[in-house]
C-alpha cells in the first residue's frame, strides 16, 4: 500500500481551506458593510443557505461518505475505480439534474421551510427570487465534491481544497462590480452563486483529468457497484437529512427574531474558520486513509492515524474555542461592526460566538470520529447518533427560545454536537484496536487544555489594556491583529514546553510538504 501522507495531507487542505475562509471574512464583511442584517442580506443568506444545505446531504455528506471508501477499496486493490467513478458521477448527475428542476417549482415551499417567518413579508418574495437563481449551484458543487473525493482518495490535495477559494474570489469580483456598474447587490450576489460553481467543478475536473481519471458523463446505469453505494449512502442520506432538520430549527427559531438569521450566520463564520481549517482538513484526509488501511489489513497504522487526527485537531481547536469565548466582542466588533451593521448587531452576533465556541471542539470530533464508520462501510449507526442529535437540538432551540430568544438556537447546536461525540465515542468502543486511544494522546490532551486555558487568561488581560485601541477607528485593526498575535504565541510556547504540541514536529511535516 502506497498510504497517504495524513499531516501532509492535512497542511495541504488547512493551508487552503484558511485561505477561502479568510477570503470568506472578506465577502461577509463587504455583505454586511453593504446590507447590514437588513431584508435583502436575510433574504440571500436564506437563498445562498439553500443549496449549501442539499449540498452537504448530496456531497460533503450521504453520497461522498459511501463513495470514498468504496472508490478508495477499489483503488488499493485496483478494481477498475475509474470505471467505478465514472458510474458514480453520472448517476449523481442525472439525479440532481431532476432535484434542481423540481426546487425550481417549489422555491416558495422550500424558502417557507427554511424561514417560516418571512411569510407576508418582503424578505418571502427576494428569497425565492435569489432562491431559484441560486439553487443550480447544487448539481455543480455536488459533481465537483465527488471528483475532490477521487484526487483525495489517491493523495493529491492541492486543487480539491483551492476550489473552494474560487467561490469568494467571485463573489468579490461580483460585488466590486456591481457597486462601479450599480447592480442591484441581491441579484448580483445570487448570480455569483452558479459563475462560481462552475468555476470549482472546472478546477477540479481538470485535475482528476491530470491525475489519469478523465470522469466523462454517461446516460446512468444501475451496475452491482452503483447499486451497492445507493445502499450504503441510503442511511447517510437519512443522517445527512437530519444534520439538516438540525440546520432549520435553528433557521426557523432564528426567523422569528428580526436580525436573527444575519447575526447567527456571521457568528458561524467566525467557528466554521477553525472548523473548517481543522476539522474539515482531518475529515478530508482521514476518511480515505482509514478506508485504503482497513483494505490493507493495517490495523495499527489506522489506530494512530485516528489518534494523531484527534490529537493534531484538539490542539489547533480547543486554543480557538477559548478564543472565541473570551473574545468574541473584539473579534465581531472589529471584523463587522461597521456601515449598516450596528453595535446592537455586533452584541448579538458575538453572544453567539461565544456560545459556538464551546461547540467548537465536538465538532472537530465528530470529523474524526465518523469514518471510523464509514471507513467500514457503517452508515447505519451515525445516522441514529444523528436521530439523538435531532432530539437534543430541537428540544433546547425550541424549547428554550421563548426564555432566552435568538440564542437558544445556538445552544442547540452546541450541545447536540456535544451529545453526538459521546453517543460515536461509546459506539466506536466496539471497533477494538483500531479505535483505541494510545498514551501518546492519553498524555498529551491535558497539556493541551492547560495551555489553551492559561492563553484564555492572557487574551483576557491583554483585551482590557487594549480596550481604547479596539474602539478607535483604523487603531481597531492593529489592536486586534496584536490581540490575536499574543494568544497565538502564548499559546504555542506553552503547549511546546508543556510537551502537548511539539513544534518541531509541525516543523518537520511542513518540510515534508514542501
Not at 140 to 162: H, Y
Not at 194 to 218: D, M, T
Request: glycine share 8%; charged share 15%.
Amino acid at each position: 500500500m502506497n498510504p497517504i501522507r495524513l499531516m501532509s495531507g492535512f497542511l495541504t487542505v488547512g493551508v487552503w481551506t484558511f485561505a477561502s475562509r479568510i477570503l470568506g471574512f472578506a465577502r461577509d464583511i463587504v455583505i454586511a458593510a453593504m446590507l447590514g442584517a437588513g431584508p435583502v442580506a436575510e433574504a440571500f443568506l436564506i437563498a445562498f443557505s439553500l443549496p449549501n444545505m442539499f449540498r452537504r446531504f448530496f456531497a460533503e455528506g450521504a453520497f461522498n461518505m459511501a463513495f470514498v471508501p468504496m472508490f478508495s477499496k477499489k483503488l488499493e486493490g485496483d478494481e477498475d475505480p475509474k470505471g467505478f467513478a465514472s458510474d458514480a458521477f453520472s448517476a449523481l448527475a442525472s439525479v440532481l439534474i431532476l432535484f434542481t428542476l423540481v426546487a425550481q417549482l417549489f422555491m416558495p415551499a422550500l424558502v417557507l421551510a427554511m424561514a417560516s417567518g418571512f411569510a407576508a413579508d418582503e424578505r418571502f418574495d427576494l428569497a425565492v427570487t435569489f432562491g431559484r437563481i441560486a439553487f443550480p449551484y447544487i448539481l455543480l458543487i455536488s459533481l465537483a465534491a465527488l471528483l475532490s473525493g477521487v484526487l483525495n482518495s489517491l493523495g493529491r490535495f492541492f486543487a480539491a481544497a483551492a476550489a473552494p477559494v474560487a467561490l469568494n474570489v467571485i463573489f468579490l469580483l461580483a460585488m466590486g462590480a456591481g457597486s462601479v456598474f450599480g447592480w442591484d447587490p441581491g441579484l448580483t450576489l445570487s448570480w455569483a452563486v452558479p459563475v462560481a460553481g462552475v468555476a470549482q467543478l472546472a478546477i477540479v475536473w481538470k485535475s482528476a483529468a491530470n491525475a489519469g481519471f478523465r470522469i466523462i458523463p454517461h446516460w446512468p446505469r444501475m451496475t452491482p457497484d452503483v447499486k451497492r453505494l445507493a445502499m450504503i449512502a441510503a442511511p447517510a442520506a437519512l443522517a445527512g437529512g437530519v444534520v439538516q432538520v438540525n440546520l432549520l430549527i435553528g433557521r426557523q427559531v432564528a426567523s422569528f427574531f428580526d436580525g436573527a438569521v444575519a447575526w447567527l450566520n456571521y457568528a458561524d463564520r467566525l467557528y466554521q474558520l477553525p472548523l473548517g481549517v481543522v476539522g474539515i482538513a482531518i475529515g478530508v484526509v482521514l476518511l480515505p486513509d482509514l478506508s485504503r488501511r482497513l483494505r490493507a489489513g493495517d490495523t495499527a497504522g489506522g489506530r494512530d492515524a485516528m489518534n494523531r487526527a484527534a490529537e493534531i485537531s484538539l490542539a489547533l481547536t480547543i486554543p480557538a474555542a477559548v478564543a472565541l469565548l473570551v473574545i468574541a466582542t473584539p473579534l465581531v466588533t472589529v471584523l463587522f461592526q461597521r456601515g449598516a451593521f450596528s453595535a446592537e448587531d455586533a452584541h448579538n452576533t458575538a453572544l453567539a460566538v461565544a456560545v459556538y465556541g464551546i461547540g467548537l471542539p465536538s465538532f472537530v470530533l465528530q470529523k474524526v470520529l465518523q469514518p471510523l464508520f464509514f471507513a467500514r462501510e457503517d452508515t447505519k449507526r451515525p445516522f441514529y447518533v444523528a436521530l439523538a442529535s435531532m432530539v437534543v437540538n430541537a428540544g433546547i432551540a425550541i424549547g428554550l427560545s421563548p426564555y432566552i430568544g435568538f440564542i437558544a438556537a445556538a445552544w442547540g447546536t452546541t450541545l447536540a454536537g456535544w451529545s453526538s461525540v459521546v453517543i460515536l465515542w461509546i459506539l466506536s468502543r466496539k471497533m477494538g484496536e483500531a479505535a483505541q486511544l494510545d498514551a501518546r494522546f492519553a498524555t498529551r490532551l491535558p497539556r493541551i487544555i492547560g495551555a489553551s486555558l492559561f492563553m484564555g487568561v492572557i487574551l483576557v488581560v491583554c483585551s482590557r489594556f487594549l480596550d481604547d485601541m479596539l474602539h478607535q477607528g483604523g487603531l481597531r485593526y492593529l489592536a486586534l491583529l496584536i490581540l490575536v498575535t499574543i494568544g497565538i504565541a502564548t499559546y504555542f510556547i506553552v503547549v511546546d514546553r508543556l510537551g502537548g504540541l511539539k513544534l518541531s514536529e509541525l516543523k518537520r511535516n511542513m518540510r515534508r510538504r514542501k
